[in-house]
Structure formats: structure tokens, C-alpha cells
T-cell receptor, first 111, second 112 residues
């Protein structure tokens, strides 16, 4: 079965501390992985995708096929990073993105 | 407005009512989606339309009826809903294969 697991509902850190939001997936093939973010009173939007291998707002995520993980990391958290973060998987088939989401992790960055 | 627009933002309906949710995108995308976001549950894919053709129905009850008259518009017709259908309904669109989804702000539905 295709599944995305985000084990932490809430991650609370202080400004300047490192952040790691965990994501594990279950999929037999080669998926495409994404991180979406929802800031307060804003729509859900793409943060980054694994095939881009780029850093967005200081966040990076590396796909580890051996551990079936796609953890989101940032070395120094900022207050404006406070938001809901969703990991998502898209099976590479069908001609469109059938995104399967995790339950989400709320990141709270305190001053 | 550019992007994905959903109306109404909030909707309260009784179990015997019939209502419709509307989604509109002017991004030139080929695929449109309905997702359901319930409290304490992950986002659930409901329907996918690709080039106006329904390509995915994720075991959604028939009291939810989607309609995609053209590639820019997507509707979700609601009738005889249950209180457990109360949720945030999100519309999204995407261009070609492998491209990310663009989401609307959602419609907050309350069934009384």
C-alpha cells in the first residue's frame, strides 16, 4: 500500500535551533516526493520536491531510498517558518500527480 | 485573480440540501483535483480530472458528484450529506505529468 507517515504532529523549537521534520513512505516503485507548507491563513503550497535537489527558504530534503525517508531539514529555524508541513508522495504513473499526503507536522518556532 | 479560486469559502448546509462547490483555475493546467481535509486525518484524494475526463474516483460516496465542464472549471455537487462530511474541501490543479499541484484556499463545509 502507498502510505506517507509523519510521526510528529507537533515540533516545537526555539529560533536558531536546527529543525528536522520526519517523513517516511511506503511505495514499491520509485515515487516522487514533495514537501508542501501551509502558513497561517494561506493556501497549501509547494515548498520543495526531491528531483529539484534545491534549497528553498533554507530547507533541504534528501530522498533516502534505503530508509524510505524524505526528512525536511533546516539548520537554523526562523519564527516565520512556523507552519503546517505536509510530506507527499506521487507514484510515477498515470500522467498526472496523484498526491498521497501525510498527516502533517505543525512546526512552532519560538523567539 | 490568478491561481486556483474556490467558492464559496464557507458553506453550512442541512442534510437534505443540495449545494455545489466551485473551483476555477486560469493557469492553463490540464489536471484538476478534489481533496478532502478532515480534522485529524491526512488530505484525502477524492477525484481527478485530466483533460476534462475523470481519471480517478477514490471510492467516494455517490452523494458527492463531480463535474468538469472544461479544463478551467471543476464543480463538486453535494446532496444528502452526512455530518461526518463536514471538512475542508480543497481544489487543486497541475500542468503536465510530474509537475506540482497548485491549491485553492478551500471551502469549509459544515453539515448540520
Amino acid at each position: 500500500a502507498q502510505r506517507v507517515t509523519q510521526p510528529e504532529k507537533l515540533l516545537s523549537v526555539f529560533k536558531g535551533a536546527p529543525v528536522e521534520l520526519k517523513c517516511n513512505y511506503s511505495y514499491s516503485g520509485s515515487p516522487e516526493l514533495f514537501w508542501y507548507v501551509q502558513y497561517s491563513r494561506q493556501r497549501l503550497q509547494l515548498l520543495l520536491r526531491h528531483i529539484s535537489r534545491e534549497s528553498i527558504k533554507g530547507f533541504t530534503a534528501d530522498l533516502n531510498k534505503g530508509e524510505t525517508s524524505f526528512h525536511l531539514k533546516k539548520p537554523f529555524a526562523q519564527e516565520e517558518d512556523s507552519a503546517m508541513y505536509y510530506c507527499a508522495l506521487s507514484p510515477l504513473s498515470g500522467g498526472y500527480n496523484k498526491l498521497i499526503f501525510g498527516a502533517g507536522t505543525r512546526l512552532a518556532v519560538h523567539p | 485573480e490568478t491561481g486556483v479560486t474556490q467558492t464559496p469559502r464557507h458553506l453550512v448546509m442541512g442534510m437534505t440540501n443540495k449545494k455545489s462547490l466551485k473551483c476555477e483555475q486560469h493557469l492553463g493546467h490540464n489536471a484538476m483535483y478534489w481533496y478532502k481535509q478532515s480534522a485529524k486525518k491526512p488530505l484525502e484524494l477524492m477525484f481527478v480530472y485530466n483533460f476534462k475526463e475523470q481519471t480517478e474516483n477514490n471510492s467516494v460516496p455517490s452523494r458527492f458528484s463531480p463535474e468538469c465542464p472544461n479544463s478551467s472549471h471543476l464543480f463538486l455537487h453535494l446532496h444528502t450529506l452526512q455530518p461526518e462530511d463536514s471538512a475542508l474541501y480543497l481544489c487543486a490543479s497541475s500542468p503536465d505529468f510530474g509537475e506540482p499541484l497548485h491549491f485553492g484556499n478551500g471551502t469549509r463545509l459544515t453539515v448540520t
